[in-house]
Nanobody, 117 residues
Framework: QVLLVESGGGTVQAGGSLRLSCGVS????????MAWYRQAPGGQREMVAQ???????TYADSLKDRFIISRDSDKNTVNLQMNNLKPEDTAVYYCHARTSRIDSGSWGQGTQVTVSS
């Protein structure tokens, strides 16, 4: 079991930026992968960005020009920098971690991001 705690959500105007952070209870470099997902009201949970143990990064096609996932080794956190935010980015953002390729993973409690127009 990996414990994950997200922070950094809030309300921002369209065009603004937010930085989310996910604290991890284990050395994140020992994990298979870490990712950010989001779920908008009435919508399904979707992958935003993922980083593998080796540092390979994957993004949702529609977000790769505005969002950046990174790892902070000093703080043992995975971060999501979100730029030029749009109202459609409004969602609860969740941190996710897998210990192996076949692990279904662990979820954080989520952090709300609201983008006003």
């Amino acid at each position: 079991q990996v414990l994950l705690v997200e922070s950094g959500g809030g309300t921002v105007q369209a065009g603004g930026s937010l930085r989310l952070s996910c604290g991890v209870s284990r050395n994140m470099f020992s994990l298979h992968s870490m990712a950010w997902y989001r779920q908008a009201p009435g919508g399904q949970r979707e992958m935003v960005a993922q980083v593998s143990r080796t540092g390979f990064k994957t993004y949702a096609d529609s977000l790769k020009d505005r969002f950046i996932i990174s790892r902070d080794s000093d703080k043992n956190t995975v971060n999501l920098q979100m730029n030029n935010l749009k109202p459609e980015d409004t969602a609860v953002y969740y941190c996710h971690a897998r210990t192996s390729r076949i692990d279904s993973g662990s979820w954080g409690q989520g952090t709300q991001v609201t983008v006003s127009s």
